[in-house]
């Protein structure tokens, strides 16, 4: 079965500072990966998709990705972070074998100070 | 945004009641989805519709049943609610098996 892990629960930085969070996943078939984000008191968007090709994927508001296959891992990075990006992050796996089924991982809260 | 509606947004109901939730898509698409939010958990998939009258479980299914009799509507049913279903209900929907997810605002449940 697949499973996603995020490694960091809460994460606080200031404004300009660069963002990095951890996603691991356990499969070792072909996936698709996402990043979901919620801003508070919104429903989940997606940042981000990676399903083959270029394993540095970008994404809106300035969020990259990249898939590191023999790490399992889908980290999200952002150079330099506003307020604005103050939400919760979910990392989710999609394998392929699995069919239509997206697994999230338990999210990351984000706060960023101004 | 995508034409995804849940009703109701908040209900509060009593332990042993049984809840129905609605998702209401404008999309037509075919794959639907409940999952509920909770603190630590993520979002966990409850069960999902790959088609009118096809459903399958997902990983938290027990004391939750679904139904989709047309494209557009998908409900989820806690036959008995307990307490431990209090949570945040989110439905969404995608087009395609390459597709993202769009998701519903959720609906808040609290069973006391």
């Known amino acids: 079965a697949q499973s996603v892990s995020q490694h960091n629960h809460h994460v606080i930085l200031s404004e300009a500072a660069s963002l990095e969070l951890g996603c691991n996943y356990s499969?070792?078939?072909?996936?698709?990966l996402f990043w979901y984000v919620q801003y508070p008191g919104q429903h989940l968007q997606l940042l981000l998709k990676y399903f083959s090709g270029d394993p540095l994927v970008k994404g809106i508001k300035g969020f990259e990705a990249e898939f590191i296959k023999s790490k399992f891992s889908f980290n999200l990075r952002k150079p330099s972070v506003q307020w604005s990006d103050t939400a919760e992050y979910f990392c989710?796996?999609?394998?392929?074998?699995?069919?239509?089924?997206?697994?999230f991982g338990g999210g990351t809260r984000v706060l960023v100070k101004p | 945004d995508a034409g995804i509606t849940q009703s109701p947004r908040h209900k509060v109901t009593e332990t042993g009641t049984p809840v129905t939730l609605r998702c209401h898509q404008t999309?037509?698409?075919?794959?639907m989805y409940w999952y509920r939010q909770d603190p630590g958990h993520g979002l966990r998939l409850i069960h999902y519709s790959y088609g009118v009258k096809d459903t399958d479980k997902g990983e938290v299914s027990d004391g939750y049943s679904v139904s989709r009799s047309k494209t557009e509507d998908f409900l989820l049913t806690l036959e008995s609610a307990t307490s431990s279903q209090t949570s945040v209900y989110f439905c969404?929907?995608?087009?395609?098996?390459?597709?993202?997810?769009?998701f519903g605002s959720g609906t808040q449940l609290s069973v006391l």
């Open positions: 969404a929907i995608k087009a395609a098996t390459n597709e993202k997810l769009f």
């Open positions: 999309e037509n698409h075919r794959y």
């Open positions: 989710a796996v999609n394998a392929r074998a699995a069919g239509n089924k997206l697994t």
């Open positions: 499969y070792g078939g072909t996936v698709n």
